[in-house]
T-cell receptor
Framework: GESVGLHLPTLSVQEGDNSIINCAYS??????FIWYKQESGKGPQFIIDIRSNMDKRQGQRVTVLLNKTVKHLSLQIAATQPGDSAVYFCAEKFETSGSRLTFGEGTQLTVNP | DGGITQSPKYLFRKEGQNVTLSCEQN?????MYWYRQDPGQGLRLIYYSQIVNDFQKGDIAEGYSVSREKKESFPLTVTSAQKNPTAFYLC???????????????FGPGTRLLVL
């Protein structure tokens, strides 16, 4: 399954499928990106990050892809599990903003058993 | 057990009342942040502090105040001037390495503020 982040804020997938969550970021001068997972009523949890000098970074069951040409960031979750159901946010840091992050609106991922 | 704690989990405010939300971290992080989250929206930065006794306004600071008297604490006061305070408030922190605050922010569990 695939979502377009800001344009399609919900994504529903079957357990075991791979999920792709997309994020169109705003600033071509952004040099750092993070994906967070937020479960209902809880604080965001760090998943994975990537710097602008990289195109791809892998973690446990997750991969982040960065396409600077079109200002696009994606989060791939392999073998999606019911526990992956949450809202996923991307955040970007502008080159000149110090440690400040700018957050997207998020995508709600629902995993059906 | 290291982490960021926020209290209370739920807070009720009467009209015209100031309320203070607590944020404490024992991660030895240098920078701390306060965000506001409204339903179906992303996080918006209220205030942040990169060092003790110093803080800067974020994008929506009006109606809020903060202090940073200790490294581990960054309380947020929602004043009566904030006319629409109902929201989920999140505190975060990040470490400084080599004198530079790192971008990776770690969040507390949040406080939900409701107006009576």
């Amino acid at each position: 399954g695939e979502s377009v982040g800001l344009h399609l804020p919900t994504l529903s997938v079957q357990e075991g499928d791979n999920s792709i969550i997309n994020c169109a970021y705003s600033n071509s001068a952004s040099d750092y990106f993070i994906w967070y997972k937020q479960e209902s009523g809880k604080g965001p949890q760090f998943i994975i990050d990537i710097r602008s000098n990289m195109d791809k970074r892998q973690g446990q069951r997750v991969t982040v892809l960065l396409n600077k040409t079109v200002k696009h960031l994606s989060l791939q979750i392999a073998a999606t599990q019911p526990g992956d159901s949450a809202v996923y946010f991307c955040a970007e840091k502008f080159e000149t903003s110090g440690s400040r992050l700018t957050f997207g609106e998020g995508t709600q991922l629902t995993v059906n058993p | 057990d290291g982490g960021i704690t926020q209290s209370p989990k739920y807070l009720f405010r009467k009209e015209g009342q100031n309320v203070t939300l607590s944020c404490e971290q024992n991660l030895n992080h240098d920078a701390m942040y306060w965000y506001r989250q409204d339903p179906g929206q992303g996080l918006r930065l209220i205030y942040y502090s990169q060092i003790v006794n110093d803080f800067q306004k974020g994008d929506i600071a009006e109606g809020y105040s903060v202090s940073r008297e200790k490294k581990e604490s960054f309380p947020l006061t929602v004043t009566s001037a904030q006319k629409n305070p109902t929201a989920f408030y999140l505190c975060a922190s990040s470490i400084a390495l080599g004198g530079t605050v790192q971008e990776t922010q770690y969040f507390g569990p949040g406080t939900r503020l409701l107006v009576l």
